[in-house]
């Protein structure tokens, strides 16, 4: 793209360049003045150097400077550079690392990338191609751990998840509230999460990389790793909570359940086995005495035995409030059954949660029952969804 076409381009997308700092002396004047070629509409966030960048950014009055008294980390630093871009009127921001690791060169290629894309709401990511030679190994393999984690709270399979050559739709993502804990090298981690939860498309293209021998890096691994865990770990559960139940409840409302029976359940890629697995997963765990857990437990170990996410879900909700009081009594009459017992609650008493007085029958009963019930559930679902099949459907999984 021509060197004045990126620059009306980026001017016409209300798109620039946002950059945080933090002791990068040795590289920062080579990575503006590469940021300048293409636009003047930057904003710099000194995050608390101690080093000469004071006296490098009095070089550059052309760029919108604000300046943080003490280091407080990366995201911290970001999201004030995404605050005043917002405020100035600019609705994507384009950010890289001032460690000399990324080419100012590649700009042109998420603004290409923006026009490209079938929608106006979407975070491009720079892929580094983390298997080439030139990449630590360090960083290739906290990639992968952090890429592995990022699909298990988003299904979204990214070659590169933490790379800070970025294209942020800022405008779009005014209503995501971000955690103020967030203020290192986790929040990149969550903007993506968060951004796809949120309707935002995130898309990896590739740029080129380089880690110079006078790079200075801040990455913790150990540190900075363990609050990407923390955070992933506080994920997984919103996501097994709040996030699965409802796109599940969002799919039922929109297409109904004719609909979605037909495309999210017989039409959906995974095969019939798979399905049927998924089933016995959901009626196993909606029957088992964990109530208040079963949603949780049920999205964790989908995710783990990587089934469908969906169908396990739907089917654990056999536990749902009007069901629990004939749970409760089948449980209980299914465990008399097997201790010998014979226990005299009505359908009435169990609406009070009576069982708690037959527990031994109740526990047992609802673990034979949930047993049972998943295997009767899991080949019927097996056999109907291998007759059902759509002929031209190829089954994966």
Sequence with gaps: ?????????????QCCVVVATYNNEKTLAQVLDGILVYTNAVILVNDGSQD?????????PQITQIQLPRNKGKGYALKKGFKKAVSLGFAYAITLDTDGQHFPEDIPLFVAALEASETPEVLIIGDRNMNTAD???????????????????????????????????????????FFWSTRKFEFETEA?????????????????????????????????????????????IVRGLYIIPRDFLRNLKKKGFKRFFVEDFLKNGDSPKKKALSIALG????????????????????????????????????SLPPFIPFVLLMSIRTGDLVLGKNSSLSMEELKDFNAIQQLESYFVGSIVLSVSCAVIFGLLGYLLLKIAQPKNIVAHG
Aim: charged share 15%; no cysteine; glycine share 6%.
């Design 192 to 236: 993506i999460v968060k951004s796809h939860w949120r309707g935002i498309k995130i898309v990896n293209i590739p740029i080129q990389i380089l880690y110079p021998k006078d790079r200075v890096s801040h990455f913790r691994p150990f540190m900075d790793i363990a609050r990407i865990v923390v955070l992933i770990i506080w994920f997984l």
């Design 1 to 13: 793209m021509d060197l004045s076409l990126v620059t009306s381009k980026m001017q016409q997308l």
């Design 135 to 177: 990449v630590l190994a360090r960083s290739a393999k906290g990639n992968r751990v952090s890429g592995y984690w990022v699909r298990s709270v988003t299904g979204l399979t990214l070659n590169d998840t933490q790379s800070g050559f970025r294209l942020y739709p800022i405008k779009a993502m005014q209503k995501i509230v």
């Design 283 to 318: 009626v196993f765990l909606g029957l088992s005495p964990l109530w208040g857990f079963h949603t949780v437990i049920v999205i964790f170990l989908a995710i783990l035995l990587k089934l469908n996410k969906v169908i396990a879900f739907a089917f654990s909700n056999i």
């Design 52 to 60: 000469g960048t004071s006296e490098i950014l009095q070089h550059y």
